[in-house]
């Protein structure tokens, strides 16, 4: 998979997507918006069970309790946890769409350098051209299809 200005080129095809509000960045860093530059692995799925079919055999489903932590000054930082957490995150089981299905890269993981910028993950857009806090988001149809087509360690290339 690799970022270009037009979308993702992947498997011969131009996937339409978004990116982070502050661009792309060589300098990551946390709430920036930006979405990183360089080479990211797939290291897992998340998906909603209650709202979609498991999309792959490796896919792990999102509970209820299940949260991101984005707290740089906790050891969890940049993992998933799991409700009650008192510090600083992000609910996987949102009300809207959007986490539906996530793809998790291994942005700052699994070694987190605090306040480098927490979890780039491939997920669903607001709509096109909406920007996101620094993840790849694409339509729901094709972030499907592409969730069928990659493995673990497919490789998101942000030049």
């Not at 209820?64 to 930082?77: A, C, G, I, T």
Request: with cysteine; aromatic share 8%.
């Amino acid at each position: 998979m690799v970022l270009t200005p037009m979308g993702v080129r992947f498997q011969g095809r131009m996937w339409p997507c978004t990116i982070g509000k502050g661009g792309i960045s060589g300098r990551k860093r946390e709430g920036d918006g930006a979405t990183p530059r360089g080479v990211h692995r797939i290291v897992g799925m998340l998906y909603r069970p209650d709202r979609i079919a498991r999309p792959t055999s490796w896919a792990s489903p999102i509970g209820p309790r299940d949260l991101w932590s984005d707290e740089v000054h906790d050891s969890q930082y940049n993992t998933l946890v799991r409700a009650p957490y008192a510090h600083s995150h992000e609910k996987l089981r949102r009300a809207d769409p959007l986490y539906d299905l996530v793809i998790l890269t291994n942005w700052n993981w699994p070694d987190a350098e605090a306040g480098r910028g927490s979890a780039i993950f491939i997920h669903q857009f607001r709509r096109a051209g909406y920007p996101t806090e620094g993840c790849v988001a694409f339509s729901r149809p094709h972030l499907h299809e592409i969730a069928q087509r990659i493995a673990r360690h497919t490789r998101l290339i942000v030049p």
